[in-house]
């Protein structure tokens, strides 16, 4: 009930396409759905967040899209630029389920082509 | 800058030695965090410490300790008992326990020989 499943585990998107990276969760009790974007050699950074009670957010080129009733979210990236390579994980938290820590996802390594 | 320091930023260890992470922030963040990270296996928690003098165990905890005698340090023993600790660790911090956003150092890479 912990997991976040995000896939796909890498993907190549040309130059000014629109990447979409996909997370899905089982427990309920999750409110608080983060994105962390990572560059190699660095550590992830806070890239967007959302919570359930709205089905979408929008920050410059990019968006998170929750959908409640299917248990899941996606990141999606408009005109892909190459400084968008970098890995992307998803995450989950529950202040109420106990432990109060972030679940992550195992990451998509995301590579942008002239 | 406010942040957090992880030194160093490459270590090699040879089988049977002990080795301590250093992990500093000046956030003035209660909670710290040390994550794993393996290639196609994501992030996964070792230990984190909601408060000065207490920490508990993540998923990952054997072969691993941790100490918290200062609000702004967290260090991270590999000890020889770690099977296989050749990996990218990450210590992070959030404002508290439950914050959803964690601010990472830059990494520390561990390479054994």
């Known amino acids: 009930q912990q997991q976040v499943k995000q896939s796909p585990q890498s993907l190549i998107v040309q130059k000014g396409g629109i990447s979409i990276i996909n997370c899905a969760y089982e427990n309920t009790a999750f409110d608080y759905f983060p994105w962390y974007q990572q560059f190699p050699g660095k550590g992830p950074a806070l890239l967007i967040a959302?919570?359930?009670?709205?089905s979408e957010k929008k920050e410059g080129r990019f968006t998170i899209s929750f959908n409640k009733s299917a248990k899941q979210f996606s990141l999606h990236i408009m005109d892909s630029q190459p400084g968008d390579s970098a890995t992307y994980f998803c995450a989950a938290i529950s202040p109420y389920f106990g432990n109060e820590k972030l679940t992550f996802g195992t990451g998509t390594r995301l590579t942008i082509i002239p | 800058d406010g942040g957090i320091t992880q030194s160093p930023k490459y270590l090699f260890r040879k089988e049977g030695q002990n080795v301590t992470l250093s992990c500093e922030q000046n956030?003035?963040?209660?909670?710290m965090y040390w994550y794993r990270q393996d290639p196609g296996q994501g992030l996964r928690l070792i230990y984190y410490s909601q408060i000065v003098n207490d920490f508990q165990k993540g998923d990952i905890a054997e072969g691993y300790s941790v100490s918290r005698e200062k609000k702004e340090s967290f260090p991270l023993t590999v000890t020889s008992a770690q099977k296989n600790p050749t990996a990218f660790y990450l210590c992070?911090?959030?404002?508290?326990?439950?914050?959803?956003?964690?601010?990472f150092g830059e990494g520390s890479r561990l390479t054994v020989l």
């Open positions: 959302i919570r359930p009670d709205v």
């Open positions: 956030l003035n963040h209660d909670a």
């Open positions: 992070a911090s959030s404002i508290a326990q439950g914050a959803g956003e964690l601010f």
